[in-house]
Nanobody
Framework: QVQLVESGGGLVQPGGSLRLSCAAS????????MGWYRQAPGKERESVAR???????NYADSVKGRFTISRDNAKNAVYLQMNSLKPEDTAVYYC??????????????WGQGTQVTVSS
């Protein structure tokens, strides 16, 4: 089995910063694309940022220039640096990864979610 564990959420004032971390564990052969999604109350889950195994990234228009996604392949981890946070960034943030395990089984894994609240 494989799993993702997130950390780093919390309460921050508008204009502040937070860094989310997500680490994969289990019987991992490799990890393809990793990403962060978020879901605000009453809204659908949306993609925030994604990064391929080769380091190519893409971002939602709403976070471009403020958020940075990165990964550490040696640690099976992905990070989301969030700067200049706005109240509309308030949501539960989820880590996602496509994990290749033994027998070449591919799992679309999700973390448990971490709350980010931007408020004064």
């Amino acid at each position: 089995q494989v799993q993702l564990v997130e950390s780093g959420g919390g309460l921050v004032q508008p204009g502040g910063s937070l860094r989310l971390s997500c680490a994969a564990s289990g019987r991992i052969i490799s990890i393809n694309t990793m990403g962060w999604y978020r879901q605000a109350p009453g809204k659908e889950r949306e993609s925030v940022a994604r990064i391929t195994s080769g380091g190519s990234t893409n971002y939602a228009d709403s976070v471009k220039g403020r958020f940075t996604i990165s990964r550490d392949n040696a640690k099976n981890a992905v990070y989301l640096q969030m700067n200049s946070l706005k109240p509309e960034d308030t949501a539960v943030y989820y880590c996602n990864a496509e994990i290749v395990s033994v027998w070449n089984r591919v799992y679309d894994c999700w973390g448990q979610g971490t709350q980010v609240t931007v408020s004064s």
